[in-house]
Every structure is written in C-alpha cells, then in structure tokens.
C-alpha cells in the first residue's frame, strides 16, 4: 500500500477509530464562525493552536425557560479571559450574543438547554508564538446537559483532595477560563482512579481552591464560607449567584482561605457550577461530612437557586 495514495485505505488499523465513544445527537447544528454546521462537519483544523496548544477561552452558560442565564456576566468572563490571553476573536459581545441566539434557534431549544462557547487562538505554525496565527474561531454549541447522574443529586459525591494542585497565581491565572484544563483533569483522573466522583483542588500555599469544575463552599454551625477568589479559583458565575441567595436569606457568609481540616470539620459541603448547579459533597477523602448526608442549608439553597431560575 503506498502511503502517498490520497484516497487512503487506513494504513494502521486502530479500532479506537471505528469506536467513537461520543454520537452528537441527530441534527444538531453547530454555529462557527458565521454559519451554522451540522455537527459532523463542524471541525477546526489540526493547525489551530487550540487543538496544538489549548490555546483559547471557553464560557459554559445555562439556558432555562428559553433564556440564557446569567448572559452578560458569561459575556464579561468571556471578555476578560480574552484580553488576559490577548485574543481578538474579531466579533463585539453583541455579536456573540446574536451567535448565541442563533445556535439556540437552529436547535430548537426553546426550554431548558446548555451552550459551550469558545474561541480558539487559530490556524498557526507548529511553534507556540501567537504571531503567527490567523483566523481565530468562535464556536457555539448549543445542545442539553446533564453533569452529574441524578442520583448523585440525592445522593451526594465523595470527593479526595487531589494531590494535582491549582494553578500558581503567577501561572496561567485559574480565573481565566482557557482551553487548557490539563490540570484539572488530572485531579479528575485522580479521583477516579481513587474511587472518588470528584476532585478537591488545593492552591500553592495548601489552601482550599476549588473543584475539578465547580467552586466550593462549607457550611459550620449555620455559617457559609467560601475561598476568595485570590486563592486561585475561577470567579463562579454560580458562585456569585448562591453568595447573594445566600445574604437575602440572612446566612452569615465569609469569603475566607480554607484548609483541608476545614472540611473534615465542615458540617456541610457543596460544590456549584452553571452545569453541576449546587450539589453537596458528603465525603472529603474518605471521612463523612456531617452525618455523610446532604444537609439542610445546602437544600435550602438549592432551593431557593430553582426560585430564582423560575421567577428570572
Ligand atoms: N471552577 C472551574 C474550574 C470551572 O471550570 C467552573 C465552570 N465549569 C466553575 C468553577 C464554576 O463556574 P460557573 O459557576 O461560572 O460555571
């Protein structure tokens, strides 16, 4: 077989090829760059520094009831990791947020749905340098999710603190929602691995960061706490939202650095997210939190987050 035949018959038979793991759903549309693809067809050159590099920023946003949640705050996010990584992506936040509607519509999501938007750095030589990349590209993909399994709602997740810690402030800063989440998979993989549903991540100074994915919050004699965002967390968007839940509905609540026996002691343990939403955490390597139960105040909030979706 001659390896210069264009139509090749593969020359390495790889059954991983044959296998693919992950079918979009039928007809799903995706937007990119301007016109909206089926989902098959919807594919970035193997030259873009996102696929080479990691090189770009994402938004993961919430649609309920029709409405994108949360918007401007997932645009302004948006737009500060941009300018941290110095990405033109060449289109306002209006535009965006048109490309956003579009999508949505051309998938007929009129209820309840989840959009992945994000901005790769573009086509470029086999050399990290920015200088050059041409034609970055904006992709939204609109579809549904479901993080977590449901009974991991009712249930509750247990969590190690992975070894794998947060980014130094000094490096890619954990507040810029880039493309490049290796470091946050390997403190995924590390809880699977570890038996575990999810990964505690600490910072560099060994204080409490966040999630694999999600921000953290403890809760001790009816008071909330949560990291500041200078130990290395990504400014939740989900994360503010419960912060002012919790204030209306008179919890004490300190944003205050936090240690790994902070959480042995914790009565409750939650995680939030726009995808996971609020879920508890009833288990922090190995030890239960509280009576190893999902606990009341992380219920009421829960609760009042879901008031607040449908009266948005
Ligand atoms: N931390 C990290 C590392 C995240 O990727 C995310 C978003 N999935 C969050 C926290 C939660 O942020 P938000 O509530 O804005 O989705």
Redesign the pocket.
């Known amino acids: 077989m001659s390896h210069s035949s264009a139509t090749a018959t593969p020359v390495v038979d790889r059954p991983a090829l044959r296998d693919n793991p992950y079918n979009p759903r039928a007809g799903l549309k995706i937007w990119m760059d301007g016109q909206l693809v089926p989902a098959h067809e919807a594919r970035i050159s193997v030259f873009d520094h996102a696929l080479l590099y990691g090189d770009g920023c994402f938004e993961?946003i919430r649609v309920y009831n029709g409405r994108i949640w949360k918007e401007k705050e997932h645009l302004d996010?948006f737009r500060l990791s941009l300018k941290a990584i110095e990405l033109d992506i060449g289109m306002s936040l209006d535009e965006v947020a048109v490309a956003m509607r579009e999508a949505l519509a051309a998938n007929g999501l009129t209820g309840d749905g989840y959009i992945r938007l994000l901005a790769t750095r573009g086509v470029g030589s086999l050399g990290i340098s920015v200088k050059h990349t041409a034609n970055p590209s904006v992709i939204v993909i609109a579809d549904t999710i479901a993080l977590y399994p449901p009974q991991l709602y009712e249930t509750g997740l247990s969590c190690i603190i992975s070894s794998y810690i947060r980014n130094h402030p000094n490096s890619a800063s954990?507040r810029v929602?880039s493309l490049n989440y290796l470091n946050?998979i390997m403190a995924k993989l590390d809880a699977a691995e570890n038996g575990a549903d999810e990964a505690i991540m600490l910072n560099h100074l060994g204080y409490v960061a966040?999630?694999?994915?999600?921000?953290l919050f403890r809760v001790r004699a009816g008071e909330l706490f949560t990291p500041p965002t200078s130990d290395g967390?990504?400014a939740?968007?989900?994360?503010a939202h419960v912060m002012e839940l919790a204030r209306g509905a008179g919890y004490p609540l300190h944003v205050q650095s936090m240690i790994r026996q902070d959480l042995y002691e914790a009565d409750e343990v939650f995680l939030?997210?726009?995808?996971a939403e609020i879920i508890s955490v009833v288990q922090v390597d190995h030890r239960l939190v509280g009576d190893g139960k999902p606990g009341p105040v992380t219920a009421r909030l829960k609760q009042l987050f879901r008031e607040s979706i449908d009266a948005a």
């Open positions: 993961g996010r954990p929602k946050n966040e999630g694999t994915g999600d921000n967390i990504l939740g968007i989900t994360r939030t997210g726009t995808a």
